[in-house]
């Protein structure tokens, strides 16, 4: 309880703080602060709860929501509370302002040494600024897949395989959010502290790297770290590094942070499973359902690895990965998988193979191919069934399923924790990065 009360206190404070620095002094810092207090108020009034419930309700309109129009209420809250902590970013800014004000008007600092340590600093500030709508839109489509899920669970009812998975489904959709946990956003400091025997060591690029790193150390020991818990730290990464840049020794990690980012969502949202669920789902709308959500995960992943490939291949000698390793991990997989003939579960009941199986015309690979060369093979053998319109049997989805399964398991990110870690490390090794001077965007 004394904790909780502390932590709404606390949050109060932050939230307060843009009126309460309205009115600081006449030095050059408070034309800094006011840009900041703009920022603020050109996204707060639409973070109030009014304004959130009718956004959300007009989201559910338009999506055709039904069953699940019935938690709006308690919905359009969980966006309120994300979206304040988007508004505490700005009073953790101003709180640092303040500190440069202060110290401008005891004659700490001069007032030229203030704005231009602080000017980068109002730069980053913007960035994040410009990308708070995409966010908040993002966070809505969440919701609005959550309400599309539960209204398909309440449709199928309990027990059925698809209830449970279609309650899963619905639980799993902040794991493909586009914006950094809204904790860690609220908490990132991007004005540096006013030079001084207190001040912390390292840049604040430094401090957000290390902070980052800890938490991936950190969640390496949990055995029950889920794909959208490495994801939300690769989102937040993404952004240190568009506000920061990364060391030199690191500055190859962009593209393997998109990559990540992207592979742990797709392990946040399988599709086999959806296939599974089609070979016993009768021939109807669930079934069509089912099997245009697969499509769209697929089509999805093959357009993820399409550049990739296609990249590679102007650069044959970055074209292929060690053959070794992918064979050794290739069987791995085989010695884990279900031997043939054995059969499959799925929920409360348990799908027996057929005995001739018809699965789809196999991929055509050859053991030199890349990891990324033969998932997406899988997947186009998948998606051109798939895209025949002709009704596929039982046997075809679960053939299909396995192949989906391949595709998947080429896919699985390995070392996402690993590179997280050493970015803290590999920053402070650099001497630290600086922040970039132009305001950077999504376009």
Same mark, same amino acid.
């Given at each position: ?114 704005? /231009? ?25 969440? +919701? ?45 400091? +991007? ?122 291949? /102007? ?12 064979? /050794? ?115």
């Amino acid at each position: 309880m004394l904790r909780t009360l502390s932590f709404v206190l606390a949050l109060a404070v932050l939230i307060a703080a843009p009126f309460a620095l309205r009115a600081q002094g006449a030095d050059g810092v408070s034309a800094l602060n006011a840009e900041v207090v703009a920022l603020y108020d050109a996204q707060s009034a639409g973070h109030r709860p009014a304004p959130v419930r009718a956004r959300l309700a007009e989201a559910f309109d338009a999506a055709g929501v039904g069953f699940s129009r019935r938690y709006i209420d308690s919905w359009a809250t969980i966006l309120t509370d994300r979206w304040m902590q988007h508004d505490a970013f700005f009073a953790t800014q101003q709180i640092s302002l303040a500190d440069w004000s202060a110290a401008v008007d005891a004659g700490v600092v001069s007032e030229a040494e203030a704005l /231009e340590a602080l000017a980068p600093a109002l730069a980053a500030i913007r960035t994040v600024a410009a990308r708070l709508p995409e966010w908040a839109e993002d966070d809505v489509a969440r +919701l609005v897949e959550r309400a599309r899920w539960t209204d398909l669970a309440n449709e199928v009812g309990c027990c059925d395989p698809l209830y449970y998975h279609a309650l899963g489904e619905a639980e799993a959709v902040w794991s493909r959010a586009a914006s950094p946990a809204p904790a860690a956003l609220a908490a990132l400091e +991007l004005v540096p502290p006013v030079p001084g025997p207190s001040a912390p060591e390292g840049s604040v690029a430094d401090r957000a790297y290390d902070w980052l790193a800890a938490r991936a150390q950190i969640l390496a020991l949990d055995r029950d770290a889920a794909p959208a818990d490495r994801r939300a730290l690769l989102v937040e990464a993404g952004l240190l590094a568009d506000l920061f840049g990364l060391p030199g020794e690191a500055a190859a990690s962009g593209d393997a942070l998109a990559q990540m980012t992207a592979r742990e969502g797709f392990a946040a949202m399988p599709t086999t499973q959806l296939l599974r669920l089609a070979a016993i789902t009768e021939p109807g709308r669930l079934h069509d359902l089912l099997l245009e959500e697969a499509s769209a995960r697929l089509q999805a992943r093959a357009d993820h690895l399409r550049p990739i490939l296609a990249e590679r291949a /102007e650069a044959p000698g970055l074209a292929r990965r060690d053959a070794e390793a992918e064979q /050794e991990r290739e069987a791995e997989m085989a010695d884990a998988a279900p031997a043939a003939g054995s059969a499959v579960a799925l929920g409360t009941r348990t799908i027996a193979p057929p005995a001739a199986p018809r699965p789809a015309a196999p991929a055509v690979t050859s053991p030199a191919d890349s990891a990324e060369q033969r998932a997406v093979a899988a997947i186009d053998q998948a998606l051109s069934v798939l895209g025949t319109g002709e009704a596929l049997d039982a046997s075809a989805l679960l053939a299909l399923a396995e192949a989906a399964e391949r595709a998947d398991a080429l896919l699985q990110p390995t070392d996402t924790l690993e590179l997280l870690a050493g970015l803290g490390q590999a920053m402070s090794l650099s001497g630290g990065a600086t922040l970039p001077t132009q305001s950077m965007s999504n376009d």
